[in-house]
Antibody, heavy 121, light 111 residues
Framework: VQLQESGPGLVKPSETLSLTCAVSGYSISSAYFWGWIRQPPGKGLEWIGSIYHSGNTYYNPSLKSRATVSVDTSKTQFSLKLTSVTAADTAMYYC???????????????WGQGILVTVSS | QSVLTQPPSVSGAPGQRVTISCTGSSSNIGALYDVHWYQQLPGTAPQVLIYGNSNRPSGVPDRFSGSKSGTSASLAITGLQAEDEADYYCQSYDSSLSGVVFGGGTKLTVL
């Protein structure tokens, strides 16, 4: 299983951040959760949101009003949209796969290499 | 302020044993949600080290072990090696937030 993020590395304040994660070696529609995690420079990890293979979505309450995770109709990639960005959204963004939300398999077993997104005018 | 609390840093000499704590509450670790641990080497994506409180994925040395009790969990590393120098994160689920939560991370320095 391989995951690869893509998207602009620079986004202007108040605009929408849009990232895509291409998945190879596994079908998104088969099983698992597919999620996004971010890490501001020099700081810790923050879960943004995830989509289950059935289409149900789950979000970090602190970002829920601004974040949308969706699966592409091709079922080979999923996306993140984050609206009204500010400098505080500058971070490395990782796309990931995880087995659940709270159980023994709810860990992130595959990660993309990450993409650095800077919010600046 | 992270929902799960980890010490910012720990250190140890080669060959020694260190532990990293992850303290939560009754809505996450104390609610019997599993804890998972990740190792993040400089400039790379995190990798799972321990899942389901105490299970090691294939390829992870048995020098790494995890445990959980009450509202806390711990990661132990024995026989410290220079290559263990990294950031370590715990992860669980919080029922009050209805979402995945991480600890703030612990930087391990091998002296």
């Amino acid at each position: 299983v391989q995951l690869q993020e893509s998207g602009p590395g620079l986004v202007k304040p108040s605009e929408t951040l849009s990232l895509t994660c291409a998945v190879s070696g596994y079908s998104i529609s088969s099983a698992y959760f597919w999620g996004w995690i971010r890490q501001p420079p020099g700081k810790g990890l923050e879960w943004i949101g995830s989509i289950y293979h059935s289409g149900n979505t789950y979000y970090n309450p602190s970002l829920k009003s601004r974040a949308t995770v969706s699966v592409d109709t091709s079922k080979t990639q999923f996306s993140l949209k984050l609206t009204s960005v500010t400098a505080a959204d500058t971070a490395m963004y990782y796309c990931t796969r995880h087995g659940g939300m709270g159980g023994s398999i709810a860990y992130f077993d595959y990660w993309g290499q990450g993409i650095l997104v800077t919010v600046s005018s | 302020q992270s929902v799960l609390t980890q010490p910012p840093s720990v250190s140890g000499a080669p060959g020694q044993r260190v532990t990293i704590s992850c303290t939560g509450s009754s809505s996450n670790i104390g609610a019997l949600y599993d804890v998972h641990w990740y190792q993040q080497l400089p400039g790379t994506a995190p990798q799972v080290l321990i899942y389901g409180n105490s299970n090691r994925p294939s390829g992870v040395p048995d020098r790494f072990s995890g445990s959980k009790s009450g509202t806390s969990a711990s990661l132990a590393i024995t026989g410290l090696q220079a290559e263990d120098e990294a950031d370590y994160y715990c992860q669980s689920y919080d029922s009050s937030l209805s979402g995945v939560v991480f600890g703030g991370g612990t930087k391990l320095t091998v002296l």
